[in-house]
């Protein structure tokens, strides 16, 4: 009775498993069937069905012959077979010999076919996840450029190698699982005894484990050979790759080993005739006294002959690892310009560069993120999860602009409002987005909206025509439309719309067999009774964008700052997913990562309403891409063909450039003997975090950002992604390194450097400036004593002409709120240092010579007596109306003493303007 409830149980769970798996490709194929990609699902399943097929069975096959043969030859009698295993001390017998009389031939037999199959499947599962090797080594495709030691083509690296190291790997797991398998049964039969001295083997065991042995040997000297390839990743501390060891030493050694193991491999299989244990001990002995020599002799090399003198012996591979290295992180191509840095900036020149100031952002995205809860979130279940960073053509001007995506999270409703209805059928959808100018701001201090509410309102911004989010980037549950609930659409005063689904995402459950599947698929039986579902009704799932991508394609790696874009009056999701790769030769790894190749070959549209997915091919040189368009023809379109106003959007990723920044701190060397001594290593600036008007300094890397600006010499602005950069261990700045964004100069990469006999202010000086400025702090000291909290922004660096200007928001937030407020602003340029209350303002009063009177007018310091007096302020007639309307605005909302303040601040722009001042 016990054994049938143990044998149903078993039944039962594997019943359980085939079903779970089967319903979960069922629900793949009608998924990849309704976002138009089944092609992509059918040779994915295609790919893992052959290997698991191909590993099983052969793997199978070794397990069971190498089983059947021990049992073959266990079952003869050897002369000594007696004294193996003998009686125990209590007159019984030893298990082995019970065991193996207890057992019939054929139930032996099913038994190791058994065991076989068992551990064949293990294997076959385990090397399900090398399915993307063997994708790449079909597809693969020349690289066009040979590594500099062995002359093979790079792309035997990327292609070839991983899957050459895969097969060595599994081919030794066959072959220990084959010998342990054998070694069992020969020891259940008695075939060996370690109780007598000398260790008794049987004729079988000897003849069999030679054998094994042999095999071993032969795939230790190919996978020797594959070393030999191995030496190109090394790292000695000084080179990445193979170094001058590594080719005089390692590798003559590595061709010892292969004819060792090539011959021990051959000693071992004549044992099949000789049967003594000598000819394999000695192969064994040779080989590891070999391996101890090759663990001894190369750090000796290099302590005794090649540390004294490493610079010269070690320059062509240092030259190896520096041109591969670019090569790999596309640095080869980067723009080098020289930036003299002048300290003759006008109030003229910043009126000529209004594209570039005019963009300056004074919104970071923390402080941000609040004041768009507070304001735009409407109700409890919607959210914002990003803020991010974008460039439109608004009106006759482009402008760079902050955007969040309003989405909806069920999870957010009360606990006793989440039920199945309102979790899956009424709360379906998320509403438009917020956007905002990036250095605009109203008199209070909030950002000024050129979208907001629900439905969205277009205050200066574009139109939304269909501002519905089904697919997002949050953790969105399934959702059902098209049934007898309408969906939850938006509030409008005490009642709310309701709305019906009429896109195309979703699969179609009209059948009962349907309901069935995808009930049993979410574990949900709702889906099958509930009374709501039509005919016509259909399930969205996978609406997190990033998932819904990785299910189509998930050999891309994808960055993590997806964006949402209004284009064409509907909103999409815009990514950027890269080909990588952990092959490249004599390249180090990424930070943090193990990946040493990197290109941003992919920018991905996701239809928030809709969920449709298009992948648009950015860089067609990839190669890596390019085994992936062989394989999945008609997966990847030009990016010509993506439409012309999301092409205005695409904008370089963070990620990659990121680490683009992190490679080119010290591949930016290219001089052999520069490089080895780390003379021109940069770093990223330190920033500081501020919170009530404490500062603390952290060792956080300044984080790279976007701005439109226009570059020296250049007539446009443009869009760009920028990072400053440092010497190591010191703050001022060394150069900036940009990355066009905008479709005509997309991946460019630039970088300006500044003259090494100059002293340019860093970020983190810039800070340490405004901290010591005592007007600065004597205002953040009274905002923090009336119950408010400072939070200060981080430094931009904003690179005007010649000149370099620092720019860095200030917020007030009271004490237990929740609402950040942009108050100030601090500009910095030369020596000095301003404070206003407008971005305006504050580039006034830095390039004005005389100081503001009151500390909410303009705050002006300098240094000391080495800094240059500015020119005077242009433009002082607009600049005076300008406080004049703010001053208004303040006595409009009965803020009496921010309209004296105001008044305060005419008074000197009044008298400059008296005395006739030049305006601009």
Known sequence: ???????????????????????????????????????????????????????????????????????????????????????????????????????????????????????????????????????????????????????????????????YEALAHWLFAILVLSALLAAAVYWVNGEFSFDSRPWQFSTAILVHGSVLLGLFFALKAWSYDLDRYQLLYGNNGVVVGAAYTDIHVNLPILWLLIGLTSSAALACWSNVRWQTLWLPGAAIAAFFGVVALTLVIPPLFERLYVKPSELALETPYLQHNIALTQEAYNLRDVIVRPFPVEYNLTRHALDADRGTIDNVRLWDARPLMDTYAQLQEIRTYYRFYRVNVDRYELGNSYQQVMLAAREIDPSLLPPNAQTWVNLHLLFTHGNGVVMSPVTQKTAEGLPILYESDVPPVASGGPAIDQPRLYFGVGSLPYVIARTAMPEFDYPKGSNNVYTTYNGSAGVALGSPLRRL????????????????????????????????????????????????????????????????????????????????????????????????????????????????????????????????????????????????????????????????NREDLWQFPRQTSSVGGVEAAS??????????????????????????????????????????????????????????????????????????????????????????????????????????????????????????????????????????????????????????????????????????????????????????????????????????????????????????????
């Not at 059918?42 to 099983?56: S, Y």
């Not at 385990?126 to 790449?136: D, H, K, M, Q």
């Not at 683009?660 to 930016?668: I, V």
């Open 517 to 676: 599947l995808f009930a049993w698929h979410f574990g949900d039986p709702n889906i099958l009774i509930s009374s709501y579902l039509t005919p016509q009704s259909r399930v969205l799932f996978r609406r997190n964008i990033e998932a819904r991508i990785r299910a189509v394609a998930p050999f891309l790696s994808l960055d993590s700052h997806p964006y949402v874009v209004v284009s064409g009056g509907r909103l999409y999701w815009v990514d950027d997913a890269y080909t990588t790769s952990r092959w490249f030769p004599y390249s180090p790894p990424a930070p943090d990562t193990d990946v040493n190749y990197l290109r941003n070959s992919v920018k991905i549209i996701v239809d928030a309403y809709n969920g449709s997915i298009a992948f648009y091919d950015v860089d067609p040189s990839d190669p890596i891409l390019a085994s992936y368009r062989r394989i999945f023809p008609g997966l990847f379109k030009p990016l010509s063909a993506m439409a012309a106003g999301l092409r205005k959007h695409i904008r370089y990723p963070r990620d990659l450039f990121q680490i683009q920044a992190e490679m080119y701190r010290a591949y930016h060397m290219s001089a052999p003997e520069v490089f080895y």
């Open 1 to 163: 009775m016990r054994r049938t409830i143990v044998a149903a149980a078993i039944i039962a769970i594997a019943v359980v498993v085939i079903l779970g798996r089967l319903s979960g490709l069922l629900v793949d194929w009608l998924w990849f069937s309704a976002v138009g990609y089944f092609a992509v699902f059918r040779t994915i399943v295609e790919v893992k069905t052959a290997l698991f097929l191909v590993v099983f069975v052969a793997s199978g096959i070794c397990f069971w012959v190498s089983g059947a043969v021990a049992l073959r030859y266990a079952r003869r009698q050897s002369p000594w077979h007696a004294l193996a295993f003998p009686p125990d001390t209590q007159g019984g017998q030893a298990l082995p010999d019970v065991v193996a009389r207890a057992m019939s031939h054929a139930a032996w037999s099913y038994l190791i076919a058994a065991v076989a199959l068992v551990l064949a499947l293990l294997v076959a599962v385990s090397e399900l996840g090398n399915w993307r090797l063997v994708l790449r080594f079909i597809g693969r495709v020349p690289y066009g450029q040979n590594d500099p030691i062995f002359g093979r083509d790079i792309g035997f690296y990327l292609f070839v190698l991983p899957a």
């Open 699 to 920: 060792n956080t890397a300044m984080a790279p950002y976007y701005m439109i600006m226009r570059l020296p010499d250049e007539a446009k602005p443009a869009f760009f992604l920028m990072e400053p950069m440092v010497p190591n261990r010191r703050e001022n700045m060394i150069a900036w390194l940009a990355a066009g964004c905008d479709a005509s100069d997309y991946g460019k990469l630039i970088v300006y450097e500044f003259p090494k006999e100059k002293q340019i202010y860093g970020p983190f000086q810039i800070e340490a400036r405004i901290n010591q400025n005592t007007e600065i702090s004597q205002q953040i000291s009274l905002w923090n004593q009336m119950g408010s909290r400072v939070i200060r922004g981080n430094v931009l660096v904003i690179p005007v002409e010649h000149s370099i200007l620092y720019v860095s928001p200030l917020y007030l937030r009271a004490e237990t709120g929740q609402l950040p407020e942009l108050k100030r602003v601090i500009a910095a340029y030369g020596d000095r240092v301003a404070m206003a209350d407008t971005l305006r303002q504050a580039l006034a009063a830095l390039f004005r010579a005389a100081p503001a009177p009151a500390p909410v007018t303009p705050v002006v310091a300098t240094a000391g007596p080495s800094a240059a007096p500015a020119p005077p302020s242009g433009n002082l007639a607009a600049e005076a109306l300008d406080d004049y309307d703010r001053a208004i605005e303040r006595l409009k909302a009965g803020d009496w003493s921010g309209f004296g303040a105001k008044l305060d601040a005419l008074r000197p722009l009044l008298q400059s303007l008296s005395r006739g001042e030049p305006t601009h």
